[in-house]
């Protein structure tokens, strides 16, 4: 849960058309090198070791959590461009394919009819689509809010942008975040986000939210699921107290008809509401599987210490996926069921997804996770972590704690960063063909956030597919546009075309340089904009050039479910 939750914010404000997401026999696993890690048995020694690099084939409010953070000065783009050894063209990656060119197709009947003239061409650029392993040198074309045509021949256009030397992607969706505030948004554009979508769960009536940002405008596409928690509070049921057979289902009744008023699923959080027994997650998985909606959860246990372990906390969901055949989405894995096991976390989903069953994950790019000291997650925090005051550090500033400034900040209940997850469970995540991007946060003011709020999707191209080559450009950016749009598409129609650079798909494109390309947020200033993202189109609408944000362009629509 991030310092942005209102909950936390008391003053923070028929048929179904178009093809359908793939279902349990072909989990969300695209990949463009197709490379795998073979997960399981074994890779314990490896989490535990931490930064070993892996190189083998596929063989088939106030909460944060988070990883590590550059604390000091941040990089200039010109120290990522010096520093950087790859040649001027794509970072190192493996060069765009050659050859015949076939444009991937969503919807032929939306293509530039001959004679036609596009509104917008980006011309010269490398054009990557995630889902079918498109990647080549090429124009695209937009006319409204779709793409209409991609070609490496001319396209007759009224406006030609030149993407020489950049990417041209799908917009990046970040389907871990929270609900719009009129501020996070822009720092979000910033790294290349044309989709935000609070799957933790939004603390507000469905009808309410869609209602209040489609009025009030935003820059990128918004959404969110129902909120278990949020909803046993409006019953009168307190987070740590059980609710018994009759409670469990008014609860699941309240859930059912926010699904039914937009919502995109159903987020639950057993750690930071342990009232919560299995009885009701399973009750949880019944209704997602009844509605055809993604169960997303923060896992129950953050720890590897007894009484409640980690290893347990991601067992239940297996078992509520099997035995409600739910979608089951675990939520920030490397802070919250793989935290320190991370080979073992992977090797449990992917056996269950070969079992059939179906399960992705998310994770955040950083070696910390950040809460108020008072919270229950820093109860024995040194034995639960095996960390000490060193690897603590306050937000908004650049030093870290000793046993003396502790006791000052625990006084305050300061929001404080614990370098508390070994490099080597997010790089391993990193590689696993069913995982997601998601920064579960959205910049606030005063700046209290973790600095994954405003720096989640371009380090992650930068630091683990640029400078650690762990995985490809298109596995990156797999992560970050066509694996959450399937997920999110088992709900809504809508997302079946996005994420997805190709002709008849909605026109969210980022265009990025990947040489330059990166976050510069701390904790003590998560206030920075990611550099090398160059534009930003939502809907095929301009909100970033080279310039900056364009803040009168507004055109983010409402995702929504539609089970009404």
């Given at each position: 849960m991030d310092v942005s939750d209102p909950h936390h914010n008391p003053s923070a404000p028929g048929?179904?058309?178009?093809?359908?997401?793939?279902?349990?026999?072909?989990?969300?696993?695209?990949?463009?090198d197709r490379r795998k890690v073979v997960f399981g048995l074994g890779f314990g020694v490896v989490a535990a070791a931490g930064a070993r690099h892996l190189d083998t084939t596929l063989t088939d409010g106030v909460i944060v959590e988070g990883t590590q953070v550059r604390t000091g000065e941040a990089p200039t783009a010109a120290d990522t461009d010096a520093s950087s050894e790859a040649p001027s063209?794509?970072?190192?990656?493996?060069p765009p394919a050659e050859g015949q060119f076939e444009a991937p197709v969503l919807d032929a009947s939306k293509r530039l009819a001959p004679g036609q003239t596009a509104d917008v061409v980006f011309t010269g650029g490398r054009i990557i689509d995630p889902e079918?392993?498109?990647?080549?040198?090429?124009?695209?074309?937009?006319?409204?809010?779709?793409?209409?045509?991609?070609?490496?021949?001319?396209?007759?256009?009224?406006?030609?942008?030149?993407?020489?030397?950049?990417?041209?992607?799908?917009?990046?969706?970040?389907?871990?975040?929270?609900?719009?505030?009129?501020?996070?948004?822009?720092?979000?554009?910033?790294?290349?986000?044309?989709?935000?979508?609070?799957?933790?769960?939004?603390?507000?009536?469905?009808?309410?939210f869609y209602g209040r940002w489609s009025e009030a405008g935003v820059p990128i596409n918004f959404g969110g699921a129902v909120h278990n928690s949020h909803v046993r509070s409006e019953l009168g049921y307190p987070p740590d107290s059980n609710a018994e057979d009759s409670q469990i289902t008014d609860i699941s009744r309240a859930i059912e008809a926010q699904v039914r008023a937009g919502y995109l699923g159903i987020h639950v959080q057993p750690e930071y509401a342990p009232g919560v027994s299995t009885t009701e997650m399973m009750e949880m998985g019944r209704l997602a599987a009844d509605l055809d909606v993604p169960l997303c959860v923060h896992a129950r246990f953050s720890d590897n210490i007894e009484p409640g372990l980690q290893s347990e906390a991601t067992g239940e969901l297996v078992s509520v996926a099997r035995e409600t055949g739910c979608h089951v989405h675990i939520e920030h894995l490397n802070s919250t069921g793989g935290t320190g096991r991370m080979a073992d976390a992977l090797g449990e989903i992917e056996a269950a997804i070969a079992e059939g069953l179906r399960m992705t994950s998310c994770m955040y790019p950083y070696e910390f996770w950040a809460t108020t000291l008072k919270s229950a997650r820093f109860r024995d925090w040194q034995e639960k972590f095996g960390i000490s005051y060193e690897d603590l550090q306050v937000a908004g500033t650049n030093v870290r704690l000793n046993a003396d400034t502790f006791a000052e900040a625990l006084d305050g209940n300061l929001l404080t960063a614990a370098f508390a997850i070994p490099p080597g469970d997010i790089e391993l995540g990193m590689q696993a063909p069913f995982m997601m991007i998601g920064s579960d946060a959205i910049l606030e003011l005063p700046h209290n956030n973790h600095p994954r709020s405003t720096g989640c999707f371009s380090r992650t191209i930068a630091?683990?597919?640029?400078?650690?080559?762990?995985?490809?450009?298109?596995?990156?950016l797999a992560m970050m546009t066509i694996r959450p749009a399937e997920l999110l598409g088992i709900s809504s129609p809508q997302m079946t075309r996005k994420g997805r650079?190709?002709?008849?798909?909605?026109?969210?494109?980022?265009?990025?340089?990947?040489?330059?390309i990166a976050d510069q947020s701390t904790i003590e200033n998560?206030?920075?904009?990611?550099?090398?993202?160059?534009?930003?189109?939502?809907?095929?609408?301009?909100?970033?050039?080279?310039?900056?944000?364009?803040?009168?362009?507004?055109?983010?629509?409402?995702?929504?479910?539609?089970?009404?």
């Open positions: 048929p179904r058309p178009g093809p359908r997401p793939r279902r349990a026999d072909d989990p969300i696993s695209h990949t463009v063209d794509f970072s190192g990656d493996s079918t392993g498109f990647d080549r040198i090429g124009n695209i074309a937009l006319i409204g809010t779709t793409i209409v045509e991609i070609s490496d021949q001319p396209i007759p256009a009224n406006r030609e942008i030149s993407a020489g030397n950049l990417v041209v992607s799908p917009g990046f969706i970040d389907m871990l975040s929270y609900s719009p505030n009129g501020y996070g948004e822009w720092w979000k554009v910033a790294d290349g986000v044309t989709t935000n979508v609070g799957m933790h769960g939004l603390r507000f009536d469905a009808s309410s630091e683990y597919s640029r400078n650690k080559g762990l995985i490809s450009l298109g596995d990156a650079m190709q002709i008849g798909a909605d026109a969210d494109i980022t265009v990025f340089d990947p040489v330059t998560p206030a920075q904009e990611s550099v090398g993202v160059k534009y930003v189109f939502v809907n095929g609408t301009e909100v970033r050039n080279p310039e900056g944000n364009i803040t009168s362009s507004l055109p983010g629509v409402a995702i929504r479910s539609d089970r009404a």
